[in-house]
């Protein structure tokens, strides 16, 4: 696997990790457990990191020296990917040949690098898009700049090249077919999953006294990296409309942000509580660092409601983790957000991003305890449709079908004697 621009090592919800982090260290690690031998490669950021080190049994993780190690953001990285490249070619050249079976590269800069990389060693590419260029710039928060052309090109170069493309939802398919003309023989969908014995309904007291929260407030939650595309401001102007409808709601009311400033956002790292004060709202607005382990499970079940209102959404896995801990989602009804949410069932669509359109959604499912209850019965059985199981099982599937065609193109003979969906030397 191919992970440029952000390390699987790294904690979600800051700088540039965030849902691809999880989705990559969920299926390595499963794919490992059924046997596959799994080897990441991502740009070493610290003189500290070792160059080799074990994400969990059968995953390794390699730092790749390329460009400084600090103070390259990702506009910045297409400048090394010809020394990333290098270093990854590098790496294989050590062992014999044939020795990896399949690449799966994870966003556009590691697309690059998987081109090259499969025809190097003669084997199937398989590419995981994540966001897509013209899908975002299409769809654009105020002030955020649009994504470079240099993207849009590496993506079309990549959709050609690629053996097969994986799209999150059967709209992100779509997208690549018709935004990029992809080959629809070659693009299949595989949705992401959640981690169904992680993320469990509990216990919301327990969950709220170890955040400091009271047991009688109302908890709206955001979680995510803070910056435009996030649109975490929404929830702030929503809770400041919620107020001025009733400011006795001012008494129990928790704005739960935990997270921390992330692409455009790191230019203005205190935005968020700038405007909680232009909107005099300081006083029920509450900052966590970004949460991992059982304290992010605790901030989803210690809210009433977790609000996802991006502007462009892959899929959404923190709508998945919310709902899977009987949480009710309100979300933008955008990208792939109307397959992680089931409106009316599991939580609530917006069709846009008005500060009142946000409180009518939000007080609808906060504030009304027997609609509440129902959505958050439904949030659970909704989340379980989907597992990381499922979608290992789906790549691990693509990737043979992937080495099979490959195989008969190249004139290669292809082994039979593995288990179905296995991958085999």
């Known amino acids: 696997m191919l992970s440029v621009h952000t390390s699987p090592l790294e904690q979600p919800g800051t700088g540039d990790a965030g849902g691809m982090n999880v989705y990559i260290v969920e299926t390595a690690t499963r794919m490992a457990q059924r046997g596959v031998d799994v080897e990441i490669f991502t740009r070493a950021t610290s003189s500290d990191q070792p160059p080799v080190a074990e994400l969990a049994p059968g995953v390794l993780v390699r730092h790749v020296a390329a460009g400084p190690f600090e103070g390259l953001g990702k506009h910045d990285l297409p400048s090394q990917l010809c020394a990333f490249t290098a270093g990854v070619l590098r790496a294989e050249a050590r062992h014999e040949p044939g020795y990896y079976d399949v690449v799966h590269s994870h966003y556009w800069l590691s697309g690059q690098v998987g081109w090259l990389a499969r025809d190097r060693w003669g084997v199937p590419l398989v590419h995981s898009a994540h966001t897509l260029a013209r899908v975002k710039n299409a769809a654009l928060a105020d002030g955020d700049p649009p994504e470079p052309m240099v993207r849009v090109i590496g993506e079309d170069q ?200 946000w409180a009518d959604a939000l007080s609808a499912v906060a504030l009304d305890p027997g609609r509440h209850a129902d959505l958050a019965a439904g949030a659970v059985a909704h989340a379980h449709r989907f597992s990381w199981d499922r979608t290992t099982d789906a790549l691990l599937d693509t990737y043979a079908d992937a080495a099979t065609e490959h195989a008969e193109r190249s004139g290669l003979v292809v082994r039979t004697d593995v288990p179905a969906g296995m991958i085999g030397r």
């Open 158 to 357: 990549v959709v050609a090249e690629a053996d097969r493309l994986i799209g999150n939802t059967d709209a992100e398919t779509r997208q690549l077919v018709e935004l990029y003309g992809a080959d629809p023989r070659r693009t299949v969908t595989v949705p992401p999953g959640v981690d169904l014995l992680r993320f469990t309904p509990g216990d919301r007291a327990a969950a709220r006294r170890a955040h400091g929260i009271p047991q009688d407030a109302v908890v709206l939650a955001f979680v995510g990296r803070i910056q435009p595309l996030k649109a975490p401001d929404v929830l702030l102007r929503a809770a400041a409309n919620l107020l001025t409808r009733d400011p006795s709601l001012r008494s129990r009311l928790v704005v739960l942000v935990a997270g921390g400033p992330s692409g455009n956002g790191l230019a203005e790292p205190t935005v968020l509580h700038e405007l909680g004060a232009f909107l005099g709202i300081s006083d029920v607005l509450r900052f966590l660092p970004p949460q991992g382990g059982q304290g992010l499970v605790d901030v989803y079940r210690a809210a009433d409601v977790v609000a996802v209102p991006s502007h462009n959404e892959s899929f959404g896995l923190v709508a998945l983790e919310a709902q899977a801990c009987g949480t009710p989602v309100v979300a933008a009804e955008v990208g792939g957000l109307p397959v992680a949410v089931a409106d009316g069932r599991s939580g609530l669509l917006v069709p846009g991003h008005g500060a009142r359109q």
